[in-house]
């Protein structure tokens, strides 16, 4: 499947793999694929371990042979030149400073060993750029985890390549400082206009920073688009859990009129549900039995006694409160609805309903609008943890 992100003008080059796949003996760790990064974007590559993104990166930069296929950096076929001869850099989790030499030097270091002998005014623009000026002559153990990330970026920007590779840049950084940094990549590549191709596991970081996300799955490109399109509009199961979490209710199309513009009706254990027909995969469109998903922080929760008060046309179901768990900016509740299983709502608290407390009948209710739909026949844990959990154990099985 080919896969194009939308383009903008800049500075970098594009990158075009065309028909580009990697295997080690019987095991395929990338599935034949076409992906177009444009000039200039913020592109993440974003899955799982094992999915294939970081071996990806790896053959953008000549890092690794691809078994098929060719990889072209701004028109030009590199798939055979080694990784010096190609226009890009890479920056790795763990930044691989040189620990002798102090932060000026090593941002130097790219331009000294190409025999430029003026470095000065490019380094000190460099550091400049990642708000590191004064930190010049210190050594990289006197920076936290966030500075010598920014050093590294530095180091790999001053050779100006085409190209910026970032394999997994902000994991050794805590909650907090990885947070400030994904701000902060994002201002850089925005002033420099160089294309960004950014490998992570971590869905919020792609969708904080980049224009593009690819969301990877064994090996595959499973959707590709920009975040807030690929969160409220999944493709599928495994897209809807990686990105997020969704409420998957399984459901049978009872009426199909107006499949193109209008709502579905489903039937969900006892309840009707709307589903616009927009928001329903091919797939699903096609066969009786859907899977209706909503995002949990799209529901509303009512007590069982305030049913009465809900305003027509939304979608409905009873349910019992099995847990609360109050986090701050909002309470999770986790709602045992019959016949249909464990179902999430995250509700703000802006003025919390004291009777909603574990073993409350409840209806949870939402828009039809918010309703989105997939193909029946996937599996309702792909992207979960629970998913994950079991791949590992037939990993460490095999």
């Not at 009786?288 to 809900?310: C, F, M, Q, T, Y």
Request: glycine share 10%; hydrophobic share 40%; with cysteine.
């Amino acid at each position: 499947m080919t896969h194009t992100a939308t383009p903008q003008s800049s500075s970098g080059g594009d990158v075009r793999l065309h028909g580009i796949s990697k295997t080690y003996g019987s095991f395929t760790a990338v599935h034949p694929l076409d992906l177009t990064v444009p000039a200039g974007s913020f592109f993440a590559l974003l899955g799982a371990s094992g999915c294939g993104k970081t071996t990806t990166l790896r053959m953008i930069a000549g890092l690794e042979d691809p078994t098929t296929g060719t990889v072209e950096l701004s028109g030009q076929d590199v798939t055979d030149l080694p990784p010096y001869k190609r226009q890009v850099n890479t920056v790795f989790q763990n930044y691989a400073l040189f620990p002798h030499l102090d932060i000026f030097e090593n941002v130097a270091f790219g331009l000294r060993r190409r025999g430029i002998k003026s470095v000065k005014k490019q380094v000190e623009e460099m550091l400049d750029l990642v708000q590191l000026g004064p930190m010049a002559r210190r050594k990289p153990q006197q920076l936290s985890g966030g500075q010598q990330q920014r050093v590294a970026v530095a180091r790999a920007l001053i050779n100006h390549p085409q190209v910026l590779l970032l394999d997994e840049p902000l994991g050794a950084l805590d909650l907090k400082l990885r947070r400030q940094m994904q701000l902060e990549l994002k201002r850089i590549q925005t002033e420099v206009g160089i294309t960004f191709v950014h490998v992570t596991h971590d869905q919020e970081e792609a969708m904080t920073m980049a224009d593009t996300v690819a969301v990877m799955n064994g090996g595959r490109v499973e959707q590709l688009g920009a975040p807030a399109d690929l969160y409220e509009n999944p493709g599928t199961t495994f897209v809807a859990n990686f990105l997020g979490t969704s409420n998957l209710i399984e459901a049978e199309v009872v009426e199909a009129r107006g499949r193109q513009d209008g709502d579905l009706l489903l039937k969900a254990g006892d309840a009707k549900l709307r589903l616009p027909a927009e928001r329903c995969s091919a797939a699903a469109r096609t066969g009786g039995k859907v899977l209706a998903g909503v995002r949990p922080e799209k529901v509303s929760l009512a007590h069982a006694d305030d049913a009465g008060s809900i305003a027509d046309g939304r979608n409905r179901l009873p349910g019992r409160i099995k847990d609360a768990s109050f986090i701050g900016v909002s309470t999770q509740y986790v709602i045992d609805a019959a016949g249909l299983g464990e179902l999430a709502v995250y509700e703000q608290n802006i003025e919390r309903d004291g009777r909603l407390v574990p073993g409350a009948e409840v209806v949870l209710h939402w828009s039809p609008g918010h309703t989105f739909g997939l193909d029946a026949d996937q599996s309702l844990l792909a992207g979960t943890v629970d998913a994950d959990a079991g791949a590992d154990l037939d990993e460490e099985a095999a």
